[in-house]
């Protein structure tokens, strides 16, 4: 059965740092892209990074560019979202999603993810 298991948030001041986990479980890690996506109360649910399982190739949304990094460790199949220089705007419920493809021209797209974790409450203060 597909389980994706996020870990790692909480509240942290503007400027800290973060590091989010997502085990993954049930599926061949390799053979499907991942993402990252996170959603505030009353906002849509926006693509924050995803990285392709297969190659290591990363995507990032322009808000979060040079201040997140995506990775993953293949052998613990795990997904890891590392966000740093933290600011309010990032304050969200972080989700850990998986596509039934390998590659996502439109990664952005939750409707191009066909399972979800429970998420991860990321609370960043002024």
């Known amino acids: 059965q597909v389980q994706l298991v996020e870990s790692g948030g909480g509240s942290v001041q503007a400027g800290g740092s973060l590091r989010l986990s997502c085990a993954a479980s049930g599926f061949t890690f390799s053979n499907h892209f991942m993402g990252w996506f996170r959603q505030a109360p009353g906002k849509e649910r926006e693509g924050v990074a995803g990285?392709?399982?297969?190659?290591?190739?990363?995507y990032y949304a322009d808000s979060v560019q040079g201040r997140f990094t995506i990775s993953r460790d293949s052998a613990k199949n795990t997904v890891h979202l590392q966000m740093n220089s933290l600011k309010p705007e990032d304050t969200a419920m972080y989700y850990c999603?998986?596509?039934?493809?390998?590659?996502?021209?439109?990664?952005?797209?939750?409707?191009?993810?066909?399972?979800w974790g429970r998420g991860t409450q990321v609370t960043v203060s002024s």
């Open positions: 999603a998986r596509s039934a493809y390998s590659f996502l021209s439109n990664w952005r797209s939750a409707n191009n993810y066909d399972y």
């Open positions: 990285i392709s399982t297969a190659t290591g190739s990363t």
